[in-house]
């Protein structure tokens, strides 16, 4: 289940296809054609651009050695899953910065499944702003072309947590699959083709009875930001977050060219630094120049447990991976992490291109890293 729930935002790059690429192409790159690819998405997709502000300042900290269990260092770490940068901070301080690939601070590096995380973010910023008046909401205010199918009576949160009950197929290696085939089909005039698509699933269970990961719900959840706020997702995250808040560099999103509509579960490419301060703007109360930017509560809310995904000690949130020890990860396939830790005031980014979307092994050690890091924090 989690396996199917981590690299199938893969797929939901057919949102941002141009006629120069397959949605599925990601999946089949070799390796060289994925470490170049990685680094410069908006080269294969269509994309929109979100501006920065002037850099929010990390200073230097004390050094940071991850401390592996069995013993190997970062650099052997970093080798074995191609791994294009690692960064660490603690209290607002770099403690760790590392590349690889050829990579530096000013590369811009896809996220994947990380993006949903920033898009449940930015409907932390629409409630605040009341132009999403609530989470209890029926998606169908915001999303009317659902109103005679299975999302019907689904609420905004039972959207975000993955619990809507729709029936979903998340197996990215059956090409009639829903995630193989939700970008696919007629287009209707002023409607994103995902939102076609999704109005015509059937109903599996009651709405808030199961959580069943769904790429389609995240997309949903992005264009539900767009109609609320009347703002692209590029365009909103600049102006709640990467401007205000002082990201260094501008970012990317990736789009469907023909309809325009950002891909809410994938597509933003950032520099390992500016992840790195989206995790900080977390740790700092999603507070940017001066001002709160997400509703009252949000942070505590989203990042809670409130599905059970059938492992101990973990669950989902609003579009975040919750653990019991109250810290919470933004994940995405090929080895992408955004892992933020209140207790320890740590962030930890990871960017990458394993060779496989994902595994047992490459997660396990994925984990162990976080770990080694962990460890190297009490030192």
């Not at 230097?60 to 960064?87: E, I, K, N």
């Not at 499944?113 to 998606?139: I, P, Q």
């Not at 930017?293 to 505590?300: E, M, S």
């Amino acid at each position: 289940m989690i396996r199917h729930a981590v690299v199938a935002a893969a797929l939901l790059l057919g949102a941002c296809a141009t006629h120069h690429a397959r949605r599925t192409d990601v999946l089949f790159w070799n390796q060289a054609e994925r470490e170049a690819a990685f680094r410069q998405m908006q080269t294969h997709y269509a994309s929109n651009v979100v501006r920065h502000g002037t850099a929010h300042p990390l200073p230097a900290g004390r050094p940071l050695r991850p401390r592996f269990d069995d013993g190997r260092s970062l650099d052997d770490y970093m080798r074995a899953h191609h791994v294009a940068g690692v960064m660490v901070l603690q209290d607002g301080r770099v403690r760790l910065e590392r590349y690889g690939l050829g990579t530096g601070p000013t590369t811009r590096w896809t996220s994947f499944s990380v993006a949903k995380s920033f898009t449940a973010t930015l409907v932390g910023a629409a409630l605040r702003d009341g132009s999403l008046h609530g989470l209890d909401d029926k998606v169908t205010r915001y999303l009317p072309e659902l109103a005679a199918g299975a999302y019907r009576d689904v609420t905004v949160r039972q959207l975000l947590t993955m619990t809507s009950g729709v029936r979903w197929n998340e197996d990215y290696t059956d090409p009639g699959s829903d995630v193989a085939r939700m970008y696919e089909g007629p287009r209707q005039p002023g409607v994103p083709l995902l939102v076609t698509y999704m109005a015509a699933l059937p109903r599996e269970f009651a709405p808030g009875e199961r959580w069943v990961y769904k790429t389609g719900e995240t997309d949903l959840a992005g264009i539900l930001v767009t109609r609320a706020t009347g703002r692209r997702l590029a365009d909103y995250l600049s102006e709640k977050i990467w401007k205000p808040y002082g990201m260094a560099a501008d970012a990317l999103w990736l789009k469907d060219p023909v309809d325009g509509t950002e891909a809410g579960g994938s597509g933003v490419s950032a520099t390992l630094a500016d992840y790195a301060r989206m995790g900080q703007f977390l740790l700092d109360g999603g507070i940017a120049a001066g001002h709160p930017v997400l509703a009252d509560g949000w942070l505590a809310d989203a990042t809670r447990r409130h599905a059970d995904i059938g492992v101990p000690g973990r669950g989902y949130g609003y579009q975040w991976w919750t653990y019991d020890d109250g810290s919470y990860a933004g994940i995405g396939i090929f080895g992408q992490l955004l892992h933020v830790d209140p207790s320890r005031h740590l962030v930890i980014v990871q960017l990458a291109a394993w060779p496989v979307a994902t595994d047992d092994a490459q997660a396990a050690d994925r984990a162990a890293f976080v770990r080694a890091v962990l460890r190297g924090a009490q030192e």
